[in-house]
Nanobody, 125 residues
């Protein structure tokens, strides 16, 4: 099992920036594809970004492309989501997820076996 803990969510102004962190337990962090998803009240959980095991490739939802950056530091067992130019529609609970056997190109939450507890991001003036 791998345990994931997100942090960094808070209230920010439109146009502002925020970095989320996802700390993972275990000795095999580098074997996991990592993804970020988000869910607003009354809406389905949606894909945000993903990154390959070594961090060499990334994939983004069209809604965040050019504004968000996913990264990872395998030496620290941590994945990150840098969010810039935030919009009110980015308001959601953000979750990190991990899986050993999927492609990073998967956008389905059903493909990820391990999830963090989520962290609230609110974009409002």
């Amino acid at each position: 099992q791998v345990h994931l803990v997100e942090s960094g969510g808070r209230l920010v102004q439109p146009g502002g920036s925020l970095r989320l962190s996802c700390a993972a337990s275990g000795r095999t962090f580098s074997s996991y594809v990592m993804g970020w998803f988000r869910q607003a009240p009354g809406k389905e959980r949606e894909f945000v970004a993903s990154i390959t095991r070594s961090g060499g490739s990334t994939y983004y939802a069209d809604s965040v492309k050019g504004r968000f950056t996913i990264s990872r530091d395998n030496a620290k067992n941590t994945a990150y989501l840098q969010m810039n130019s935030l919009k009110p529609e980015d308001t959601a609970v953000y979750y990190c997820a991990a899986d050993q056997g999927i492609s990073y190109l998967s956008t389905s939450s059903r493909d990820y076996d391990y999830w963090g507890q989520g962290t609230q991001v609110t974009v409002s003036s």
